[in-house]
């Protein structure tokens, strides 16, 4: 069956523009979550939601970065004033329900690049 | 605060040798334990996974092996083949939580 699909996989924004970046989660998924993936890093845990309830974002590293997922299914992280410390690639990941939250299955993530 | 180490940084072995990557976490609360292989351009893809109730798991050329008391866990890959090349990374939960710490990652190159 399809996987998690992230949309769009680059974008290039000039500092101060705002963006907004897709995740598809693979259908039935209960769980999603956004990473932040830094260069040459491990991705980094961003924000968690069960349905359409964000129940953690601890890990948005700032007011500008604001995640929804209206309906309990797409989800869409949303990054005001980009500045260059944003550039990263944003991961995206789903997990059947709340129980087997462990097993994470990640998109193929997007590159956002701030110039 | 909680951290997850990984070694080696890089990697490389002669195809059919074996690969062992090393990782050592802090948070004792840590229960699952995934690693997950991660090819350029790709997200990261789940290939094994043990829970802390579980000493060793194998699945075919892969297995991971986890000691609780010294908190480190290890990935073994046996019988390497060149499509095994990519970036690996460990990750401990953090506590008994969804949240994930990940190591820094190691790059497998496995030379034909």
């Known amino acids: 069956g399809a996987g998690v699909s992230q949309s769009p996989r680059y974008k290039v924004a000039k500092r101060g523009q705002d963006v907004a970046l897709r995740c598809d989660p693979i259908?039935?998924?209960?769980?999603l979550f956004w990473y932040q993936q830094a260069l040459g890093q491990g991705p980094e845990f961003l924000t968690y939601f069960q349905n359409e309830a964000q129940l953690d974002k601890s890990g948005l590293p700032s007011d500008r970065f604001f995640a929804e997922r209206p309906e309990g299914s797409v989800s869409t992280l949303k990054i005001q004033r980009t500045q260059q410390e944003d550039s990263a690639v944003y991961l995206c990941?789903?997990?059947?329900?709340?129980?087997?939250?462990?097993?994470?299955?990640f998109g193929p993530g997007t590159r956002l690049t701030v110039t | 605060g909680e951290n997850v180490e990984q070694h080696p940084s890089t990697l490389s072995v002669q195809e059919g040798d074996s690969a062992v990557i090393k990782c050592t976490y802090s948070?004792?609360?840590?229960?699952?334990f995934p690693w997950y292989k991660q090819e350029l351009g790709k997200g990261p893809q789940l290939i094994i996974d043990?829970?802390?109730?579980?000493g060793e798991k194998k699945d075919q050329r892969i297995a991971v092996t986890l000691n609780k008391t010294a908190k480190h866990f290890s990935l073994h890959i046996t019988e390497t083949q060149p499509e095994d090349s990519a970036v690996y990374f460990c990750?401990?939960?953090?506590?008994?939580?969804?949240?994930?710490?990940f190591g820094t990652g190691t790059r497998l190159k496995v030379l034909a």
């Open positions: 043990i829970r802390s109730n579980v």
């Open positions: 259908s039935g998924h209960v769980s």
């Open positions: 990941a789903s997990s059947l329900n709340r129980d087997r939250a462990y097993e994470q299955y």
């Open positions: 990750a401990a939960s953090k506590g008994g939580t969804y949240k994930y710490i």
């Open positions: 948070d004792s609360a840590s229960n699952y």
